[in-house]
């Protein structure tokens, strides 16, 4: 599907499975199956002491823990005890970024892990990074409050991946106002392909998200559940979280050049804080 193509809901909503499959994903969005580019994205679920096998090849890859521990080795570094958090909801991650060419090997801790890869095309060789802290941003006002934990952007080094993730309380909208970065316009605007990647704090909950051109040849809302991906091929995008239910999303970033330069959608620029 070319990225110009007509797109319903259905192509843009991907959902988890239950039970991992043989390489231990619960998840698996590559870039052919995206129709787009630049981005992929998987999800692994290991139980206590399971290894987990991964080489770059020709793309630079960001390891987010979203729970659990494990030991990991990348190229020629090792580390004994990556992650500390339970869950997306207790604090910001550790996160790991690798270089094309690199081998990275992990082996859970005793109660297993759960981590999301994000993947880009690279060619630059870098050292493998590990980053115990991300930045946290608290950002917009009243109903639109959030925070942010900036993982991996521009000040971190990378080729082509972008890296954040945002935690929206019950009944609040994020990724507000509506925004959109689909055209190369630098200084103005960065052609970015994204996905988002959603958890609940209770999985019974939802949110709902809107992808939108200005001409409405994209126009879709969809309801986004725990453990679902949405792509954003191109077009203004938004999410609320339902009330009552805390919402986490990952969000994953690349294009042809590596800024975060961002439209927002005219109507609405004016609800800006």
Known sequence: ??????????????????????EHRILDLTAERAGWKYVGFEVVRLLGGEPLARDTGEREACFVWLGGTSSVIAG?????????????????????????????????????????IGWAPATDLVEPALYKNAAVEERGEGAAARTIHQILMEDRAAQRLLVTEVLTPAGHWSSYPPHKHDTDDPPNESYLEETYYFRMKDPRGFALQRVYTSDRSLDESLVARDGDVVLVPRGYHTVSAAPGYDLYYLNVMAGPRREWKITFDPDHERMRW
């Open 1 to 22: 599907m070319s990225q110009t193509a007509l797109r319903g809901a259905t192509d843009l909503r991907i959902p988890s499975e239950a039970a991992p499959d043989h």
């Open 76 to 116: 020629q570094k090792r580390w004994e005890r990556v992650g500390k958090r339970a869950t997306v909801f207790d604090g910001a991650p550790h996160a790991l970024h690798v270089g094309p060419g690199t081998s990275v090997r992990v082996s859970a801790g005793k109660k297993g892990c759960e981590i999301a």
